[in-house]
C-alpha cells in the first residue's frame, strides 16, 4: 500500500535503461497489468529458501524502501507469487499529523514478510479510511476495511507466522492480501471519493505537473 502523499512536483525523465526486462521487477506495474489480475500461485514450503523465491522476497524489500511504501506483494513486482511484505517506520509515522496517527490508528510496523498468508476477520467492524496503493499511482479513495485481522502464514525462511493487526496495520494487511487473489482497492472503493493525489498541486503550478511511476 502506498503513502499517501498530498502534493508531487515531479518531471517525467527519459530513461535511459529503456528496454524489456523480466521479473521480480525493480518498479512496481501499474493498474492494466494482467498480473495484478491474477491469483496467485502458493510458495511449495521446502522452496521459501531457494534463491529464486528469496530474490522475491529481497526484491520486495528493495523496492518497498526505495518507494517508501508501507506494503508491497509480489504481484506488484511483476511475480505472481502469494507474498507480500508490510511494515511502518517511525520515520513515515512522524511524517504523518499526530491527529491523523490517532484518527486513522496508524502504528509502527516491524518490516514482515508473508509467504502464503490467510486471512482471519478478528473484529468485522469496518472502518472507512482514504487509501492509495503504488499500483494506482496518485490516486487515493476511501475504502472500507475490518477493524481487526489475525494472518497467519509463513515468514522469509519457511517459519510459521502470526500476527494480528488493527486498524491502519490491518489496512496494510488486507489491500496486501487482496492483490494476491487479484484484487484492487479500486474494486471495492467508495468511488466518488475517489480523488488525484496531487490536484491541489496542479492549480498551484497551473497544470505543470507530473505523475512519477517510480522515486527519482
Ligand atoms: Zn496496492
Known amino acids: 500500500m502506498g503513502v499517501i502523499r498530498k502534493t508531487l512536483n515531479w518531471y517525467a525523465k527519459l530513461s535511459p535503461s529503456r528496454g524489456k526486462t523480466s521479473p521480480p521487477f525493480e518498479h512496481v506495474v501499474q493498474i492494466g497489468d494482467p498480473r495484478l489480475r491474477k491469483i496467485s500461485e502458493p ?6 529458501k531457494t534463491s529464486e523465491v ?10 518497498t524502501n526505495k518507494y517508501g511504501s508501507v506494503g508491497m506483494s509480489a ?12 511494515r511502518l517506520t517511525a520515520q513515515q509515522l512522524s511524517s504523518f499529523p499526530a491527529e491523523t496517527v490517532k484518527f486513522r490508528g496508524i502504528t509502527i510496523v516491524p ?15 469496518k472502518v472507512v479510511q482514504p487509501e492509495g496503493c503504488e499500483s494506482v499511482r496518485s490516486f487515493t479513495a476511501e475504502v472500507a476495511r475490518y477493524k481487526k485481522v489475525q494472518i497467519t ?3 522469509e525462511n519457511g517459519e510459521p507466522l502470526q500476527r494480528i493487526y488493527t486498524d491502519w496495520a490491518a489496512r496494510i494487511a488486507q489491500h496486501e492480501m487482496d492483490h494476491l487473489d487479484g484484487k484492487l482497492y479500486t474494486d471495492i472503493m467508495d468511488r466518488k471519493t475517489m480523488c488525484c493525489a496531487c490536484w491541489e498541486e496542479v492549480n498551484l503550478s497551473k497544470g505543470k505537473v507530473a505523475i512519477p511511476f517510480a522515486p527519482e
Open 153 to 155: 502464514g509463513f515468514d
Open 75 to 86: 504481484p506488484q513486482i511483476g511475480v505472481n507469487m502469494r507474498v507480500f511484505v508490510m
Open 111 to 125: 518490516l514482515t514478510t508473508f509467504v502464503n498468508p490467510t486471512l482471519k476477520v478478528v473484529d468485522y467492524i
Open 54 to 63: 528469496q530474490k522475491v522476497i529481497k526484491t520486495l524489500e528493495y523496492v
Open 43 to 48: 510458495v511449495p514450503i521446502d522452496k521459501i
